[in-house]
Each structure stands twice: as structure tokens, then as C-alpha cells.
């Protein structure tokens, strides 16, 4: 079992920024980067589903994006620490939400930003851009 662990949140103002951590281990035994080859942060407001925000797959080097965040965030992940990153710049009011971490296989490309594609969540980490 993958146990995602979210930090980072807080409160900034617009145009502030935040980076937001997940680190990943296992309950059971070591997790490696293969275990979790696809990784994505997702957020949710109250009365909203979840929306995916952005995506890595496990070389680093392919990840795709929201249009809401293109240009102003960006995911990556250390495989030799197993966290993974999101680097929000240029905050919004429309960015607050829980930012949840997940975790699961690589699946298609087709199914990237759908939640139930992946198997592992974290609890959330609440960010909030007042206006």
C-alpha cells in the first residue's frame, strides 16, 4: 500500500506563490518510482468535482496540465526521494481549493486527468488565494 503525504498549503495573496509537496513510502514495504509511475495533483472545492490540475509520468520528463494553469505552475518529482512537486506562481482566487496528491499506474493518456484512474490519494492540503 502507497501512503501519500501532502505539504505546503497555506494562504497567499494574489500573485504569490506556493510549492506544494507529496511524499510517497509504503505502509508494507520500500516503494520504488516504478510502484507510482504516474503522479498527478488534483483540487476540489466545496459543491465541485474534483478537477485534475497536472500530471508526471515517471521519467519527469512528460507531464501535461490544466489550460487554467499552463504557464503558471509546474510539476516535477524526485525519483530518488519519491516526493513530487507542484510549483504554483502567479496565484489566483480561483486556484483555492484542497489540492489532493495521486498515485497509480500509467494508464492511457486518454484517462490522465480522471480521478478514478488512480489508486492512491493523499488527505489534501487546502491553498487559499483571497480576493
Known amino acids: 500500500q502507497v501512503v501519500l503525504v501532502e505539504s505546503g498549503g497555506g494562504s497567499v495573496p494574489v500573485g504569490g506563490s506556493l510549492r506544494l509537496s507529496c511524499a510517497a513510502s509504503?505502509?508494507?514495504?520500500?516503494?520504488?518510482?516504478?510502484?507510482?509511475?504516474?503522479m498527478a495533483w488534483f483540487r476540489q472545492v466545496p459543491g465541485k468535482e474534483r478537477e485534475a490540475v497536472a500530471v508526471?509520468?515517471?521519467?519527469?520528463?512528460?507531464?501535461s496540465y490544466a489550460d487554467s494553469v499552463k504557464g503558471r505552475f509546474t510539476i516535477s518529482r524526485d525519483n530518488i526521494n519519491n516526493i513530487m512537486y507542484l510549483q504554483m506562481n502567479g496565484l489566483k482566487p480561483e486556484d483555492t481549493g484542497m489540492y489532493f496528491c495521486?498515485?497509480?499506474?500509467?494508464?492511457?493518456?486518454?484517462?490522465?486527468?480522471?480521478?478514478?484512474?488512480?489508486?492512491?490519494w493523499g488527505q489534501g492540503t487546502q491553498v487559499t488565494v483571497p480576493s
Open positions: 495521486a498515485a497509480g499506474p500509467t494508464g492511457t493518456w486518454a484517462d490522465r486527468l480522471s480521478p478514478s484512474s488512480y489508486r492512491h
Open positions: 509504503g505502509n508494507t514495504r520500500e516503494i520504488t518510482p516504478r510502484d507510482i509511475p504516474r
Open positions: 508526471i509520468y515517471l521519467g519527469g520528463l512528460t507531464s
